[in-house]
């Protein structure tokens, strides 16, 4: 697609269960990059990846979190035994590289995730 | 640590009156900034970026920013806002590492614009 893909665009889920949330990146872009946004605050970073190297995972909160990219294509956000404070719209983005190169990093519309 | 603050977190104004949101920064190097807008059920969209040159930095929609060394900081200007400018605005800096290379940003600030 032409640009940044999620799904689901909505999920509400009960406490204590898992959440795969994905990301299907613009063609071609090597970053990834997945941020949170809890209502009416800012982005939080979680995770960056670029191409095949280690990615950077200094931003994910606890071990519940955790994502995976298989080379430079789709990338999925698990969050393990969901709890309330969870609950925020899960933004994924993607760029040809990283932030200070001097390309565009495009936002997804974000995946809309409620814990009862 | 490499940090973004928006001193303002709502602003309102009149439509045609002009604008100005506030953003300071902390980071080591020469920093790459942007600037984000969100509007209502909608995603980020760019609006600007400064990476080096020319510190007055025109964007779309009207908007400019100018980056000032001496003061840390890269506010977001327009000269006469449209209703339409309504949304939440969120400054952001480029963090470069040994295995990174994100966005770093701001807590927002939302734009409400008045008739």
């Known amino acids: 697609g032409a640009g940044v893909s999620q799904s689901p665009s909505n999920k509400v889920t009960e406490k204590g269960k898992d959440v795969e949330l994905r990301c299907d990146p613009i063609?071609?872009?090597?970053?990834l990059y997945w941020y949170r946004q809890r209502l009416g605050q800012g982005l939080e970073f979680l995770i960056y990846f670029q191409g095949n190297s280690a990615p950077d995972k200094s931003g994910l909160p606890s071990d519940r979190f955790s994502a995976e990219r298989t080379g430079e294509s789709v990338s999925t956000l698990t969050i393990q035994r969901t709890q309330q404070e969870d609950s925020a719209v899960y933004l994924c983005a993607s760029s040809f590289t990283g932030t200070t190169s001097g390309n565009t990093i495009y936002f997804g519309e974000g995946s809309w995730l409620t814990v009862v | 640590a490499q940090s973004v603050t928006q001193p303002d977190i709502h602003i309102t104004v009149s439509e045609g009156a002009s604008l100005e949101l506030r953003c300071n920064y902390s980071y080591g190097a020469t920093p790459y900034l942007f600037w984000y807008v969100q509007s209502p059920g909608q995603g980020l969209q760019l609006l600007l970026k400064?990476?080096?040159?020319?510190?007055l930095v025109q964007g779309i929609k009207g908007f400019e920013a100018e980056f000032k060394r001496s003061q840390s900081s890269f506010n977001l200007r327009k000269p006469s806002v449209h209703w339409s400018d309504a949304a939440e605005y969120f400054c952001?800096?480029?963090?470069?590492?040994?295995?990174?290379?994100?966005?770093?940003f701001g807590t927002g600030t939302r734009l409400q614009v008045f008739p």
């Open positions: 952001a800096v480029g963090a470069r590492g040994y295995n990174t290379d994100k966005l770093i």
């Open positions: 400064y990476f080096s040159g020319d510190t």
């Open positions: 063609s071609g872009h090597t970053a």
